[in-house]
């Protein structure tokens, strides 16, 4: 199931990164958005997760603290040890101004715009 939030950018927290068992490098960031969608407009804040390297390069490259965005994630629960663990998985993040832009109807064609047959 897909979710999405909008909301502002609020905190980047460092890159993690190290390598796997078998030997792959890994990467990983988290960043937190808040927005006034809680109960009564109180703010609720998300953290989200994002893994591997180009996602991560991608999102330091175009996102920054202060930025209004929508994120799609998906909610991932693991099990480890007897206990579960919950994290917000995003897999795209627009920035508020692309969002607002795909949200706005196309303009009116004008009345005498030539038509082509074609």
Do not use: C
């Amino acid at each position: 199931m897909e979710y999405k939030e909008k909301g502002t950018i609020k905190n980047v927290l460092p890159v993690e990164s190290g390598t796997s068992q078998n030997g792959k490098e890994w990467k990983k960031l988290n960043f937190v958005i808040a927005n006034n969608g809680g109960y009564e407009g109180a703010e609720q804040i998300f953290a989200f997760e994002i893994f591997g390297a180009e996602k991560v390069d991608n999102f330091e490259k175009y996102n920054k603290v202060g930025q209004t965005v929508e994120v799609s994630f998906n909610v991932r629960t693991n099990e480890w040890k007897g206990k579960y663990y919950t994290s917000l998985q995003a897999w795209k993040v627009m920035s508020g101004e692309r969002v607002e832009q795909s949200q706005q109807a196309p303009a009116p064609e004008e009345e005498n715009s030539e038509i082509l047959p074609f």
